[in-house]
Nanobody, 123 residues
Framework: QVQLEESGGGLVQAGGSLRLSCAAS????????MGWFRRAPGKEREFVAA????????YYADSVKGRFTISRDNAKNTVFLQMDSLKPEDTATYYC????????????????WGQGTQVTVSS
């Protein structure tokens, strides 16, 4: 029953940067892998990035590899997504969630999504 609150989105020009934050309340998530997802208008939610709960290993969708960096601060129950070299196709609402590996994919571990934070990249 952890609650998630995303922030840090905004309007940025192509090539610019944003840093998203995800704050968790209630149950701590220090022992869960955490990840970011995004949903663009008219499209399904897709996986973006994940970070291991303890060792800090990171994983990225091919579309953002080399441009985005995921990290976490377990003491503060916070996950970050540093987004550089942003492209118009990155425009979406971004969500965080617990994640787990299944069938070769990263899947959301909780049905309780936050409100997300809007990222808009102009050309």
């Amino acid at each position: 029953q952890v609650q998630l609150e995303e922030s840090g989105g905004g309007l940025v020009q192509a090539g610019g940067s944003l840093r998203l934050s995800c704050a968790a309340s209630g149950r701590t998530f220090s022992r869960w892998d955490m990840g970011w997802f995004r949903r663009a208008p008219g499209k399904e939610r897709e996986f973006v990035a994940a970070v291991n709960w303890s060792e800090g290993g990171t994983y990225y969708a091919d579309s953002v590899k080399g441009r985005f960096t995921i990290s976490r601060d377990n003491a503060k129950n916070t996950v970050f997504l540093q987004m550089d070299s942003l492209k118009p196709e990155d425009t979406a609402t971004y969500y965080c969630n617990k994640v787990f590996r299944g069938s070769g994919r990263w899947l959301a571990g909780s049905p309780n999504w936050g409100q997300g934070t809007q990222v808009t990249v102009s050309s």
